[in-house]
Each structure stands twice: as structure tokens, then as C-alpha cells.
């Protein structure tokens, strides 16, 4: 069911849940990591276990990324040419080869239900030349990447995803749109790569809208790396479909957790003798059993339990946040859900100014009805204040 977002699984388990938990919250999709999943526990142990899914107990739907992500996040590690991607291990230095055929070789094996393809990534922050050749090399990596996944047999049963690139820049993301369009027979879906790495959100937004306003719309568009609440409504809002993003997992760690009214840093003082669940209305198992502020407040530093509770809590704001997008367009309501969402979660501190100008683009107007309420310029993400014992 679509739009959906996807937490991350990086080594074939959500950071302290388990797959029952997961199931249990009405996930329907997680996402596993290739690269690190061909290191450990390695493609041996996952062919004798019949892939992940049986692997980590997940009987619903897993997509896997390619591998491509590692080349900025391991960069000192890794040397880029056209056959691929050298990569030394972190873990013992060993030198491994990642070329488009072995990404999708090794997704195969590990049974994902959607593959993505081997892109050359770059950091959104990167420009010169290094961008457009990034770009290129990604495409004529698709091009291997379909011959591969076509001549392997399973394109019935695993869906290969193309990934655009091209950087900040509407030049080279037209000319990858195009190339990839073109290549459509080959792939089952889109993704659109390359952002989520400090680029200013007005830029960010615009780059999204471009290419959702682009690919075709029978084909799903999957945004990469979206975890932040008003980036996930805005990017539904222009046309995707799909986000993925550590983010409401690794903050429950830190110990914030996500409200429909901004989030809540329970490590503040504020909470000691707060003895409210994180949220009443929440259906999450940490809320409907009544586990206070104050009792995760004082064992969040000293306790697992409490990044537990919190990370409970917030895959299920995640998936509340998109469930309620996904009814709201059924019903034809989508703009009042986006108002509504916006009053709530930012409340008195502001709209981001980002957001205003994103929605405007598709015809909703977040300041209808309220022009006196206050815009904060720049990206204004409520999850940059949950330090701020002011707003916490």
C-alpha cells in the first residue's frame, strides 16, 4: 500500500526489535543493507538459510539497496572505476570488488522482493565534474544491471529499481531522467538518489518534484533517505511513493521520541515527574501500557529497555504519519491532512518556509486561514530543536 515508508534494517534487524515486533506494529516493508550483509553474515550463510527473509524471520515485503550508498559513506575505503566499486573492508581490510553484476547477483541470493540497481553516488554537497560523470556511469550501470537481473530469470519474482542521479543539478537530472525513462521495459520502479546530505531544503524539494513530475506514474517513486516527518508529507505531497531513513530508530536511541505535535527529548528534567504515556491517543504498545515520560526518562541513558519503548513508539508514529496520507488521498481530503499535520506538529514555533513553498507548487496553501502564523526561513525541521529544552 502506497505512499510507505520503510525502516531500516540495516544488518537484517531493526536496532532493537524483532522481526515478530515489527509484524506485530503493521510493518509491511523493511529495508536490508547488500553491502554489509555480504560481509556478515555473507552470501554462504544466507543461501543455506534461503535467503533473508527466512534469515531474520521476515515474512513480509524487504527491499535491499544496492551497495551504491557506501561509496560516500565508506569513501575512504573504497576506489571507484567503471567496472565498479573497490571497496576494503572496514572490519579486516580485505580488498572486495562490487561491480553491477555482483550487487544484483548477491540481492538475488539474498531474496529481497525489490533490488535496486548499482548507482556511482555521490554526496549532494559535490560539484564539478565528478557529478556528471556519476551520473553516466550510473546509467551504463543500469544497463548491466538489467542484462544481469534479465538473464538470471528471477525478474518475475525480484523487481529491479532504477536510481537517478545527476546532483543538485536540473541539467544533468533531466538528462538521467530521460536515459532512465528510456529504459523502462528493464526496471520495475524508481528511486531518486543523491540527496539527504546537507543540501539546502529549497533545492532539495525542487530536485524531488522534478523528477516525481517526471517518471512515469505507473511505476512506483521511491525517495531515498526521507525520515523526517514534514520531508516525508512534502515528498508525498509531490508525487512519491516510497522513503527509507534510519532516523526514527537511531533518535529513539538518543531518546526522542516522535509526536504529532513535534518531537520529545525525554532525556530533559522537564519530564522526571511527567507520568503521561509519550502520547495518549499513540496505539503503539510503549503508550497503550501506560509507560510514562518519567520512567523513560530515567532509565534512557542506563537502561536498553527505554530505547525499546522509544523506538516502539516511533515506527509506529512513522507508519501513523503515512497510514493517515494514505487515507487522506484515498478520501480525496489530502490537502486538510497536510494543514492539519502541519498545525499540530509545529504549532506556535512556525512553518519552514521550505514547506510553505513546496506545497504551494502543488496547489496547497499550509498558511490558508492563518496569515499571521509565523514562518521560520531555512529548513526550520523540528528535529533540530529537540535539544532545545524551550521546545522539547
Known amino acids: 500500500m502506497l505512499p510507505t515508508f520503510m525502516p531500516v534494517a540495516t544488518q537484517a534487524a531493526i536496532k532493537g526489535l524483532t522481526s515478530q515486533q515489527m509484524e506485530a506494529l503493521g510493518v509491511t516493508i523493511i529495508l536490508n543493507n547488500t553491502y554489509h550483509l555480504n560481509l556478515r553474515p555473507g552470501l554462504k550463510v544466507l543461501d543455506a538459510a534461503a535467503g533473508a527473509h527466512k534469515f531474520q524471520g521476515w515474512d513480509r515485503n ?21 567496472e565498479g566499486a573497490l571497496f576494503a573492508s572496514p572490519f ?30 555521490v554526496s549532494s554537497l559535490t560539484t564539478g565534474p565528478r557529478v556528471e560523470e556519476a551520473m553516466e556511469r550510473s546509467v551504463r550501470w543500469l544497463d548491466r544491471c538489467i542484462a544481469k537481473h534479465e538473464a538470471s530469470g528471477k525478474k518475475a519474482t525480484q523487481n529491479l529499481f532504477a536510481i537517478v542521479q545527476g546532483g543538485l543539478d536540473p541539467g544533468l537530472r533531466d538528462r538521467c531522467l530521460d536515459a532512465m525513462i528510456a529504459r523502462k521495459d528493464g526496471v520495475a520502479g524508481y528511486a531518486i538518489g543523491g540527496l539527504s546530505g546537507g543540501e539546502e531544503k ?9 523528477c516525481a513530475d517526471k517518471l512515469p506514474e505507473e511505476r512506483p517513486r521511491y525517495s531515498m533517505g526521507i525520515g523526517f516527518a514534514e520531508d516525508l508529507l512534502v515528498c508525498v505531497a509531490l508525487g512519491v511513493d516510497m522513503a527509507d531513513c534510519v532516523f526514527p530508530t537511531r533518535t529513539a536511541r538518543f531518546g526522542v521520541a516522535l509526536t504529532h505535535s513535534g518531537p ?10 511527567d507520568f503521561r504515556p509519550i502520547d495518549e491517543n499513540c496505539p503503539c504498545p510503549t503508550c497503550t501500557d501506560k509507560v510514562s515520560r518519567a520512567i523513560l526518562h530515567h532509565t534512557i541513558t542506563h537502561e536498553t529497555a527505554s530505547a525499546h519503548a522509544i523506538t516502539l513508539h516511533n515506527v ?9 496520507a494514505r487515507e487522506a488521498i484515498a478520501a480525496g481530503t489530502f490537502p ?34 492563518s496569515q499571521e502564523k509565523k514562518v521560520i526561513p531555512g529548513s526550520g525541521a523540528r528535529w533540530e530543536y529537540a535539544n532545545n529544552p524551550v521546545v522539547a
Open 62 to 82: 524487504l527491499l535491499t539497496d544496492s551497495g551504491g550508498f557506501q561509496l560516500v559513506s565508506l569513501s575512504k575505503f573504497t576506489t571507484i572505476t567503471e
Open 92 to 121: 579486516d581490510g580485505e580488498p572486495t570488488m562490487l561491480t553491477p553484476e555482483e550487487s544484483i547477483s548477491i540481492q538475488h541470493i539474498i531474496g529481497a522482493d525489490i533490488i535496486m540497481q548499482l548507482d556511482d553516488v
Open 202 to 210: 529549497d533545492v532539495f524539494w525542487r530536485v524531488i518534484k522534478q
Open 264 to 273: 520529545l527529548n525525554l532525556k530533559l528534567s522537564r519530564h522526571a515527574k
Open 316 to 324: 509506529v508514529f512513522q507508519a501513523q504519519v503515512m497510514g493517515r
Open 336 to 369: 486538510d491532512y497536510l494543514r492539519s499535520f502541519f498545525a499540530g506538529y509545529f504549532g506556535d514555533a512556525g512553518y519552514p518556509e521550505w514547506c510553505i513553498h513546496a506545497l504551494r507548487s502543488v496547489g496547497v496553501d499550509l498558511l490558508e486561514g
